[in-house]
């Protein structure tokens, strides 16, 4: 399952994408600059990705992918992992 979460905002420099899953790395002056570091970590741990990407013409877009279990899905009501429809975007 994929799904992207999209902004309008400031947007990413190549240089904070690079260092943007890092542990203690914020732009911000609040925080910890742990959340997207633990967001990585726990992903990983389920067997999936995270990644930013530039969100044209401005912001920036989180791309997450984790996989359906195919014992699981019918369980909770999801299609088949591999019959799965793609998870449309949304925008706020």
Known sequence: MEVAVCDTGHGLTDEIRERLFLPFYSTKHRGTGLGLSIAAKIVQEHGGSIRAESNSPKGACFILRV???????????????????????IHS
Do not use: H, R, S, T
Request: no cysteine; aromatic share 0%.
């Open 67 to 89: 996989p359906l279990l195919e014992a699981v899905a019918p369980v909770i009501g999801l299609p088949e992992a591999q019959n799965a429809e793609p998870v449309k975007e």
